[in-house]
């Protein structure tokens, strides 16, 4: 199995910074990228940041400029750097990764989740 291990949450006033980090650990054949997803209370949980293994990069339009997701060096450690937090950015953020576990002519890639870390904004 694939566990991934988030950090980094915590309370914040508006306009200041948090760093997340996850770093995904198990049984990894192979990396499809991963990524920040976000819960707040009584919403759908919504795509934050997500970082491709071809290098490509998704935010939402609401972070946009704000976020950073970026990778470690070993390529299974992201992070999350939050900049102009905001009240409506509070929520719990949980850690995406896409992987496939064994190899195959045509790899099976499935989504793991974290365990989520809160994230406060307060006026």
């Known amino acids: 199995q694939v566990q991934l291990v988030e950090s980094g949450g915590g309370l914040v006033q508006a306009g200041g910074s948090l760093r997340l980090s996850c770093t995904a650990s198990g049984s990894i054949y192979r990396l499809n990228g991963m990524g920040w997803f976000r819960q707040a209370p009584g919403k759908q949980r919504e795509s934050v940041a997500r970082i491709f293994y071809n290098g490509n990069i998704n935010y939402v339009d609401s972070v946009k400029g704000r976020f950073t997701i970026s990778r470690g060096a070993a390529n299974n450690t992201i992070y999350l750097q939050m900049d102009s937090l905001k009240r409506e950015d509070t929520a719990v953020y949980y850690c995406?990764?896409?992987?496939?576990?064994?190899?195959?002519?045509?790899?099976?890639?499935?989504?793991?989740w974290g365990q989520g870390t809160q994230v406060t904004v307060s006026s």
């Open positions: 995406n990764a896409r992987v496939a576990t064994v190899p195959a002519t045509v790899l099976r890639y499935d989504d793991y």
